[in-house]
């Protein structure tokens, strides 16, 4: 963008909706705040606007439980970054999490605080940021239907309702908050640089995702899919126990016929919702153990809850030493979790591995001449060694089923080495003289090898470059 202006012609995705009549930068905004990052080595640019856009979206999340008056509002923040590995090092990639994160936690405090007007410049730039511009609009929502929940509670009781009139005020800046996040988002989709194609873009997306809980033809990222079950407690766990223990005030003072604070039932209800989602796509821990420790610290903090069976006067002495163990817990387990997404982070395929072929096909075949892979996650490293070159799919494959579900069956037969001789569709589908692969791709490796219309023109201990021979 810093190169060739801030609209982009992107060749190299011909065979998706990512091809040039259709494209779209669902992360337009966010890749205008990378740009300041790009002179000098982008590796260490990329980085450097990762560790600044995680941590502004962790102090964002500081700020809404220190401003709110939530007691230990650091402790709270090191729960956020304890509660899960996964959280930890997908924070720190070079996407938008972190910045979608403070923008979630703004529309939530302008929903709980009835400063809805504030929701039209955050839905705006929600739009522009990510295509998971919705969660926007899930915040006042939280906020009507916690005061709803509410009524309803109260309706049984003359002491409940009593307490829901002084609460029923709440309602209308509650509504109007929806009015405001709705008209933000239009208004973000509407003056896109590539309107109307990424909404085109975004319902493309997100609308196959959709169909997760039943078996896809198309296999997807992993991070769609649910958490193994091996793996579901240290990530999830902590995250659970969080909401677990902030549902409990909300008990006792209903216990004590008192109407909980609507605004912790409804960061419960956001909480809770990306719970579930979690339990179901993986990628939603991104956003999980923040709402998590928000809401329990809020509940905590605004209930004025005074524990059944203990003299008031005893708190204090409790706290002093409740504190410290909470804390201690926090720091062990903040030290493991950063332990574990190092290692976690480590076991990322290296970014160096393609780069002696991609060198090679920059330097060895036409500008633009399209290249053929068996894995459609090879295309971002391939990218970032090689923009000479044209490519098939990439960042997911259903860009392709969308695009051709034909072609698409055929790439894959072809991927999983099926198919006896492969330069023929190879050339004459896919127009692809040449081809990269990982030697660890053995059945596709070995279905081109035994090909003789195959040529091996280059090779590392990892990678391999094939030329389809010219007709004589």
């Known amino acids: 963008m810093r190169e060739h202006g801030p609209r982009l012609n992107f060749p190299w995705l011909q065979l998706t909706i990512l091809n040039p009549e259709r494209y779209a930068d669902h992360h337009y905004l966010f890749h205008v705040l990378q740009v300041p990052f790009t002179f000098g080595d982008t590796r260490t640019g990329a980085k450097m606007a990762s560790v600044l856009f995680a941590t502004l979206g962790l102090y964002i999340s500081y700020l809404f439980l220190a401003r709110n008056h939530v007691r230990f509002p650091v402790l709270w923040t090191v729960a956020m970054l304890a509660a899960s590995q996964t959280f930890l090092w997908r924070q720190s990639m070079a996407r938008p999490q972190g910045i979608f994160l403070g923008l979630m936690v703004l529309g939530t405090w302008a929903a709980l605080t009835k400063r809805p007007i504030f929701l039209i410049p955050i839905g705006w730039a929600a739009v522009w940021v990510f295509d998971g511009f919705p969660f926007i609009l899930a915040m006042p929502l939280a906020a009507v239907g916690a005061l709803l929940l509410l009524w309803l509670v109260s309706r049984p009781s003359i002491d409940l309702r009593e307490q829901w009139q002084a609460r029923s005020s709440d309602l209308r800046p509650a509504l109007q908050g929806c009015v405001a996040a709705a008209l933000g988002i239009a208004l973000g989709l509407v003056t896109h640089p590539y309107f109307p194609r990424h909404l085109e873009f975004v319902l493309l997306h997100l609308l196959p995702k959709a169909q997760l809980g039943i078996d896809l033809d198309v296999r997807v990222g992993g991070e769609w899919y649910p958490f193994p079950d091996n793996a579901f407690p240290a990530r999830v766990g902590p995250s659970i126990a969080l909401c677990v223990f902030g549902l409990l005030p909300s008990i006792f003072q ?219």
């Not at 604070?261 to 999980?288: C, F, K, N, P």
């Not at 720091?331 to 982070?345: F, H, N, S, V």
């Not at 190879?426 to 692809?432: N, Q, S, V, W, Y």
């Not at 081809?435 to 070995?446: D, G, I, L, Q």
Request: aromatic share 14%; with cysteine.
């Open 254 to 472: 209903l216990w004590r016929r008192q109407l909980p604070d609507w605004r912790g039932v409804a960061l419960g209800g956001i909480a809770i919702g990306l719970l579930g989602m979690t339990i179901r796509s993986q990628r939603i821990i991104e956003y999980l153990p923040p709402f998590a420790a928000l809401f329990c610290g809020w509940s905590w903090a605004r209930t004025g809850l005074v524990l059944p069976g203990l003299p008031a006067h005893r708190i204090p002495g409790i706290t002093r030493w409740v504190v410290p163990l909470v804390c201690l817990i926090a720091t062990a387990g903040l030290i493991w979790t950063i332990d574990r997404a190092r290692a976690e982070a480590r076991g990322a395929p290296h970014f160096q591995v393609p780069r002696p072929a991609a060198d090679w096909l920059a330097a060895n075949t036409p500008p633009g001449s399209r290249v053929f892979f068996p894995a459609f996650d090879d295309f971002p490293r391939l990218f970032y060694w090689n923009t000479h070159n044209t490519y098939l799919l990439g960042l997911d494959p259903t860009y392709m089923t969308l695009y051709d579900p034909q072609l698409f069956t055929i790439w894959r037969e072809l991927s999983q080495g099926r198919v006896t001789s492969p330069s023929g569709p190879i050339k004459d589908l896919f127009g692809a003289e040449y081809v990269y692969a990982e030697r660890r791709r053995t059945a596709f490796v070995k279905s081109v090898s035994e090909d003789p219309n195959f040529q091996e023109v280059f090779s590392t201990p990892r990678t391999l470059v094939f030329r389809i021979r010219p007709v004589s």
